[in-house]
């Protein structure tokens, strides 16, 4: 449908899975008194964050991101986002990055379909761009990127009508349907019910541009109004707020797309965790080929066991169906990458061509030359 | 006033795009048809009207990638014509039309799609079946294909486009009171909430253009020359469609409205939200005043508005028929 959808949807998974990780790399923090590990790991956190943000924002990742297209396969952009994810020392099992792609999928669905007006899809997208640039707030040369995506999201965004976003929503929503993981902070705030949907509220303020419903006016042939008549709406609803900025800077009023995270309580088991992670971090093996840093691991559960067993009884329908790709040269690899390439390409029946020119010449391309 | 009737389960869901149920009273066998769009599926069911018998089925989209999303179903329609029931499929690759139990396709037209990808999206939405033999189809450029339909066969040819709308088409409708004294046949919205009056004929005639406000105009009716038109802001508004004439202005839903309906011999009319509400409006119209008196309906004994836990988009339509059943689906 809309050919002006992957950025949208790249920028806020990306923005939500930073998010997740952000939260779950201070939570395996070690607190000050365990002396020099401390500052290591603060570091590396900075460092982690840095280095996916720096991959997110390539300047020629970028640039294929915003030409205009049809969104990736569930399977495409699933890869996209491993490789994101492993951009760093980081290293994040299966069952891990299954949750984490969860998360990030589900709660921008939520983003989406309680967005007031379509166009508030932007100010959601800034809201993560805001967070973003705070991330790397300390580091000019990153910094620089965000700032240049930011003037793309605005050139491209601002001149559409309220039907070209409300394309793009459809688009989105159109991706993720069928999608109704349950996600604890929604189900705990009462916004997910316990069947994975969504509840759409029927209070609160009216977007820009809609009146309270309730009003029925009639009018003579020469327009002037002649009869009133009010209704019941069955709801709460309130006038509208003030619009958010639109611009570089300013505030976005609308609270989706911020971290819903920062005010998560500390992860009681923290101090098991970190005596947990600092035993496999010093019996760490490098895991991938190539890799001259022994990364540290991620766990997005509280403890191992848990996300062995997430792994072992995740439903099959769940399951994304990931396709390994190795970044060495060897046919095999190359034949894979091709066929996924091949998947999202436009006309069905192309031949697939492993040639740099070829159509697709794409984002997982330049992945793999990051 | 509509009462609620057993519910049908699709074989999957509906997928959010603007006028997505439609319906097929098919007297006769005592069965009625329904369509709902699912990516590039359609789901179809036929039930009889004893409630005992259903029978699924499903449509593909022509062309269909099935790991890209460039083949999506924007909209699925029946088209009533005296002769025959046509089933219209439109999607970004072009125009399907199936005999009315969707068993045998008819007629296939393909739109223009660009070499490279242009920012501009390319797709087919906006399905109106007009007097005897048209059949209308809006493009995403603002085009509309107006198809000449024999009585009966695959003979089906592309009689005129009408360039008329400079924005994307969002929905078309012809005048569903039976009358044959209205002048309009046909009205066409667009993504800036322009709407357009046509009269049908060897060539269709442009009767009257009424302007948008900068605001989608997602779904439309003609009923007894009135265009009942609902828009992005959740607003519905009744004009006379040859003058323009704003009869009535209806701040209905706190969301994109994306369906109406009306039920032709009761003017009740049904509208449907992203705020998931369906509202039921009865039209009253005083020709010697030339007014229209639009009324707020609960449907007795029974409170529309679900429970905050269970409330999901919806998406509806009715029959055309006295039966006044009224028939709801969630999505998402």
């Not at chain 1, 971090?281 to 996300?307: H, I, Y």
């Not at chain 2, 109106?128 to 107006?146: P, Q």
Request: include cysteine; hydrophobic fraction near 40%.
């Amino acid at each position: 449908m809309s050919s002006r959808t992957l950025p949208l949807l790249f920028i806020n998974l990306g923005g939500e899975m930073l998010y997740i990780l952000d939260q779950r790399l201070r939570a395996q923090n070690i607190p000050a008194d365990k002396a020099k590990k401390a500052d290591w790991i603060e570091d590396d956190r900075r460092r982690v964050m840095n280095d996916i943000i720096t991959t997110m924002f390539n300047k020629k990742f970028l640039e294929e991101l915003f030409k205009p297209q049809e969104l990736y396969s569930k399977k495409a952009l699933r890869t996209v986002f491993d490789r994101l994810a492993h951009a760093s020392i980081m290293r994040l099992n299966q069952a891990s990055m299954d949750k984490l792609y969860d998360l990030m999928t589900m709660a921008f669905k939520y983003q989406v379909l309680l967005c007031p007006r379509a166009k508030d899809i932007l100010l959601v997208s800034f809201n993560h761009m805001d967070a973003i640039k705070d991330f790397v707030k300390d580091t000019p040369s990153v910094l620089s990127q965000v700032d240049e995506t930011y003037r793309q999201l605005i050139e491209m965004y601002t001149p559409l009508s309220s039907g070209e976003f409300q394309l793009i929503r459809q688009t989105l929503l159109i991706f993720f349907q069928d999608m109704h993981i349950r996600v604890s902070i929604f189900l705990k705030d009462k916004v997910q019910n316990s069947n994975g949907r969504f509840v759409l509220p029927i209070s609160g303020p009216v977007p820009h541009g809609t009146h309270i419903p309730g009003l029925i006016r009639m009018f003579s042939c020469n327009g002037e109004e002649v009869k009133r008549l009010q209704f019941r709406n069955g709801g709460n609803y309130t006038g509208v707020l003030r619009e958010g900025s639109f611009e570089m800077f300013g505030e976005r009023v609308i609270k989706l797309g911020t971290n819903m995270y920062v005010n998560t309580a500390p992860n009681p088991l923290a101090k098991e965790e970190l005596n947990m992670l600092a035993r496999l971090m010093g019996g760490m093996e490098v895991q991938k080929p190539g890799n001259a840093d022994s990364g540290f691991r991620v766990n997005l559960f509280a403890t191992d066991e848990e996300e062995e067993e997430a792994l072992i009884s995740r439903p099959d329908e769940f399951s994304y169906d990931v396709i390994k790709i190795q970044a060495t040269k060897n046919q095999q690899a190359n034949a894979e990458l091709v066929k996924i390439m091949g998947d999202f390409t436009e006309e069905a029946g192309e031949p697939c061509s492993s040639s740099a020119n070829s159509k697709g010449d794409d984002l997982l391309a330049m992945m793999d030359g990051l | 006033m509509y009462h609620k009737e057993k519910s049908i389960q699709m074989k999957s869901s509906a997928s959010a795009l603007y006028n997505n149920l439609s319906v097929l009273r098919i007297a006769p066998r005592s069965l009625t048809y329904f369509t709902v769009v699912h990516a590039n599926m359609v789901n179809m069911v036929s039930a009889s009207w004893d409630g005992l018998n259903y029978s699924h089925r499903q449509l593909q989209s022509k062309e269909a990638n099935v790991a890209t999303s460039s083949s999506l179903i924007m909209q699925a329609a029946w088209c009533v014509l005296p002769s025959r029931d046509i089933l219209v499929l439109t999607s970004q690759k072009g125009i399907q039309m199936y005999e009315s139990d969707g068993s045998i396709m008819v007629y296939w037209h393909a739109l223009d799609t660009p070499e490279t990808q242009t920012a501009q999206a390319v797709f087919a939405r906006g399905i109106a079946a007009v007097r005897e033999k048209y059949i209308c189809v809006g493009i995403s450029s603002g085009s509309m294909l107006v198809f000449d339909v024999p009585i009966k066969g695959s003979n089906i040819t592309l009689s005129e486009v009408l360039e008329e709308h400079k924005e994307s088409i969002t929905d078309l409708a012809s005048e569903c009171s039976g009358s044959l004294e209205c002048i309009a046949d046909m009205v066409s919205a667009d993504d800036s909430g322009n709407l357009c009056v046509w009269k049908s004929g060897e060539d269709f005639q442009l009767l009257n253009k009424i302007p948008g406000f900068d605001m989608s105009c997602s779904s439309v009716k003609l009923w007894k020359g009135t265009v009942v038109a609902g828009y992005g802001t959740g607003q519905i508004r009744l004009y006379e469609a040859v003058t323009g004439i704003v009869h009535a202005e209806v701040n209905a839903h706190a969301r994109w409205i994306y369906s109406l309906d009306i039920a032709p011999f009761s003017g009740l009319l049904l509208s449907a939200a992203e705020d998931s509400l369906v509202r039921v409006w009865h039209l009253t119209m005083t020709p010697e005043t030339n007014s229209v008196e639009v009324t707020s309906q609960t449907i007795p004994g029974r409170n529309l508005t679900t429970p905050r836990t269970h409330r999901q988009t919806l998406t509806a339509s009715l029959p055309l028929s006295p039966s006044r059943s009224c028939t709801c689906i969630t999505s998402v």
